[in-house]
């Protein structure tokens, strides 16, 4: 009899473990730990892109060190991932590019020349099929540059700094794509 209360305690601190490393963000679910190029990257905070009254995405901000400063966070060279879910069929492929072109443009003031070959290479990466459910890691790696991911594989990688600086700021800029969003990364 002892065993068997033993063995349900365990079973419910591991089952409460479990639930504790997840995060529930609108239709998503979000781990509490991320791991890319051997850098673990820890849960910051997350929210829900939205556009009018439609729910487009969940995403989440993972760094080496919680922090709730978006300049810090942007300007800080050192590996940290957002972590896209799409949760609605209304994002297609040219949306998504749409939406890169813009945020480029507030995140670096219109002052895209310097980078506008890299940003090219970034928005081929969102040039196959997108749908409901896929998931994209933005991860920037330091000394190596941004590496994005579609559904765990592997779509390319872009170096420097600067660049990094400059998408980082499409979610974390003065100007963010959704002040909400933003605030939810930044744990807020």
Known sequence: MKKTIFAFIAFLIVG???VNAQHEV???TLPDTVTFEGQELMYNGAGVRKKAWFKLYSGGLYLLQKSSNAYDIRTADESMAIKLQITSGMISSK????AVDEGFEKSTKGKTAPIATKIETFKNFFSDEINDGDIFDIVYIKDKGIIVYKNGTEKGV????EFKKALFGIWLG???????????MLGN
Do not use: S, V, W
Not at 95 to 98: E, G, Q, R
Not at 158 to 161: D, L, N, R, S, T
Not at 174 to 184: H, I, S, V
């Open 26 to 28: 609108g239709a998503a």
């Open 158 to 161: 872009i170096p420097g700094f």
């Open 174 to 184: 003065m100007k963010p794509a959704d002040k909400k969003l933003k605030r939810g």
């Open 95 to 98: 949306k998504m590019i749409n």
């Open 16 to 18: 409460m473990t479990a």
